[in-house]
């Protein structure tokens, strides 16, 4: 029993799960090809309405968390079987059907889950905003505290003064505020311990899907075969 979590997005407002083996070399499915994968059970098509990035739970003969299905929405969940041919799959944007295209956080995720035939459900998921925000919280100390709003008081302070000048039309003090505000927002990113507030901060909001996918090792798929 395991589970993965795979970060991915897309441009055309779909994305997928899909056996790498399957997919064209070079170029991506087309709307036909994308049909016929999933009719072999090699591609779970999940549109998403919008572009953007997606967080995918992964759940591989195991139930996801009761924390995880309180935000699933079951009433237009979707089931079907999957095969990969080796194991190897991938969750992403259609636009990144093919081979040789090179997996990056932003488009697409690889994995390798044990080579079989499965049933799956999958959900999207519906989780407020004040949730995340939340459990993003991640500064404990008084310094990690001050860390945390420094930049975004960076920002305000440089724009304040900056505006200003500019109703004062000195705008060469302004445009000057503006450079030195830039220089002072990246000194203060390059602080000690900011690097892992980041890191806190996104292992935090891992524990929120956009999209949760569950299989089940399903024998059933090889006598459909036969």
């Given at each position: 029993?395991?589970?993965?979590?795979?970060s991915?997005?897309?441009?055309?407002?779909?994305?997928?799960?899909?056996?790498?083996?399957?997919?064209?070399?070079?170029?991506?499915?087309?709307?036909?090809?994308?049909?016929?994968?999933?009719?072999?059970?090699?591609?779970?098509?999940?549109?998403?309405?919008?572009?953007?990035?997606?967080?995918?739970?992964?759940?591989?003969?195991?139930?996801?968390?009761?924390?995880?299905?309180e935000?699933?929405?079951?009433?237009?969940?979707?089931?079907?079987?999957?095969?990969?041919?080796?194991?190897r799959?991938?969750?992403?944007?259609?636009?990144?059907t093919?081979?040789?295209?090179?997996?990056?956080?932003?488009?697409?995720?690889?994995?390798v889950?044990?080579?079989?035939?499965?049933a799956?459900?999958?959900?999207?998921?519906?989780?407020?905003?004040?949730?995340?925000?939340?459990?993003?919280?991640?500064?404990?100390?008084?310094?990690?505290?001050?860390?945390?709003?420094?930049?975004?008081?960076?920002?305000?302070?440089?724009?304040?003064?900056?505006?200003?000048?500019?109703?004062?039309?000195?705008?060469?003090?302004?445009?000057?505020?503006?450079?030195?505000?830039?220089?002072?927002?990246?000194?203060?990113?390059?602080l000690?311990?900011?690097?892992?507030?980041?890191?806190?901060?996104?292992?935090?909001?891992?524990?929120?899907?956009?999209?949760?996918?569950?299989?089940?090792?399903n024998?059933?798929?090889?006598?459909?075969?036969?």
């Amino acid at each position: 029993m395991t589970n993965y979590r795979l970060s991915a997005g897309t441009d055309v407002a779909e994305m997928a799960l899909f056996d790498t083996e399957a997919i064209p070399q070079s170029r991506p499915l087309n709307e036909k090809g994308l049909d016929d994968l999933e009719t072999s059970k090699h591609l779970i098509r999940l549109p998403t309405g919008a572009d953007g990035g997606y967080l995918l739970h992964l759940y591989v003969d195991e139930s996801p968390p009761e924390k995880v299905m309180e935000y699933c929405l079951t009433e237009d969940k979707l089931t079907g079987k999957f095969s990969s041919l080796n194991g190897r799959v991938a969750f992403g944007g259609v636009e990144s059907t093919f081979r040789e295209f090179t997996p990056n956080p932003l488009i697409r995720d690889d994995v390798v889950i044990p080579e079989g035939n499965y049933a799956f459900t999958a959900y999207r998921t519906d989780i407020p905003d004040e949730v995340v925000n939340q459990a993003i919280q991640v500064a404990s100390t008084s310094r990690e505290r001050w860390l945390d709003r420094a930049p975004l008081m960076v920002t305000l302070i440089t724009l304040g003064i900056a505006i200003v000048f500019a109703a004062f039309k000195n705008f060469l003090a302004g445009g000057l505020v503006l450079v030195l505000g830039h220089v002072s927002f990246k000194l203060v990113k390059r602080l000690p311990d900011q690097g892992a507030l980041a890191a806190r901060r996104d292992k935090a909001q891992e524990d929120f899907p956009s999209i949760v996918i569950e299989l089940r090792a399903n024998i059933a798929v090889d006598r459909d075969r036969e």
